[in-house]
DNA sequence: TAGATTGTTAATCGATTAACAATC
DNA sequence: TAGATTGTTAATCGATTAACAATC
């Protein structure tokens, strides 16, 4: 068990937890790391390396079994204690979330939305009510969120982020592709930065067509 | 000029671009390393290094011409080369990015959508035409698109990407949070994956959530 | 038991950081 | 010119891979 998990580490597990849960519902029982990193494309030695970050999951002789295996990760990540969430900013890419998203596979439980705009006042999207933005300082003062989903336009981007961790929020899921720049304190901060992914394919894109060329 | 460029520095080009457009949208004209480092928390070095694989932008006693390094990053990352794509499956999120993102600003144009829906059929959002699915195949196989934006539910994200790659599409888009199976030859495939992302956040939030309990 | 496969230590590889000569 | 800062080489650090004894 070691003492300090390294990001690559932590980056990994949803990956493996991803597998587990693929390999459960194909009915596989047990796996063994030389299998596991042919299907994932990881080496055997990668794959104990990380598991042995945590004390170690599988057996001699016999690989991991994959129920435990998947229990033990999301256990690691967390998926059985659920942390509370709102999104704010109801446009099209919050409500994809609202709609579409497996928060409770994830340990999440989104317990309401806000916006600016009046006629989504009272409306409810997959069970969460859409509550007007002016109400978003009091709801957050007096529950208990966790995380603060922001799915709103870049220009309020700052200052929710701000309002959400002076009324104490500990997390932001950050869809907005600004990156904060006020202080934020200890708050943990996860970009989702689609432009960074999109440009990145470009790259490789590009690179393999010119790579074409050359032959 | 290195030969060959980790991906560890191709994922951080994005970031740098972002970091000049902000920049010279604050009329900076030009930073140094050490600067540049202390605002985006990299060290001096590293960016130096970086910047050097591709040939070294700076002059020394100087530092970087903002507007020079934005050009160039941008230019390695192909921005002002447009690239065809269409997005297929137009449902909320399909519509948050088409609505939404600026895919100009990344060298990408979208030609057009797709749904399987038949009340979709013909509507117009953002200046993009929503198809009929079923014209899906047609219409890559006719036209010169170069990347697929799977925006649909993961039951279908298999068949369509291979459906995509064997008309000819060299790049896909991935929203739909499934890895592909399927032989998808040498084609270029970008997860979006917002559950690894959800699932990092929840870990580090708890971390942090038992370190402090711990004092 | 013999074979398989883990857990773990050692070796290698690559990425980051430090240092400094080149030069604007 | 003197000061600043790059480009680039060398040193360090960490992550991945290889090897193998432990053990199921």
Not at 31 to 59: K, V
Not at 198 to 214: F, P, S
């Amino acid at each position: 068990m070691k003492y300090r998990i390294s990001a690559n580490v932590i980056r990994r597990l949803p990956r493996y937890l991803r597998w587990m849960r693929f390999l459960e519902r194909q009915k596989v029982e047990k796996i063994s790391s030389g299998d596991l990193g042919e299907r994932m494309g990881l080496t055997a030695s990668q794959i104990r390396q990380d598991f042995n970050c945590f004390g170690g999951f599988g057996q001699q002789g016999y690989g991991y079994n994959v129920s435990d295996l998947r229990r033990d990760i999301g256990s690691i990540l967390g998926v059985d204690e659920t942390l509370s969430s709102v999104v704010i900013g109801v446009g099209n890419l919050g409500r994809a979330l609202i709609s579409n998203f497996r928060f409770s596979e994830y340990g999440f439980r989104v317990t309401a939305a806000f916006d600016v705009l009046p006629e989504l006042r009272g409306a409810v999207i997959n069970g969460v009510t859409v509550r007007p933005a002016s109400e978003l300082e009091d709801y957050l003062r007096s529950n208990d969120v966790d995380v603060a989903i922001l799915t709103l336009p870049q220009a309020y981007a700052n200052e929710t982020a701000e309002l959400a961790v002076r009324c104490g929020v500990r997390g932001i899921w950050n869809f907005t592709g600004i990156d904060f720049d006020g202080d934020l304190g200890d708050t943990v901060v996860e970009d989702v930065h689609l432009s960074d992914s999109l440009l990145t394919l470009g790259y490789y894109l590009r690179a393999r067509q010119n790579t074409k060329e050359d032959i």
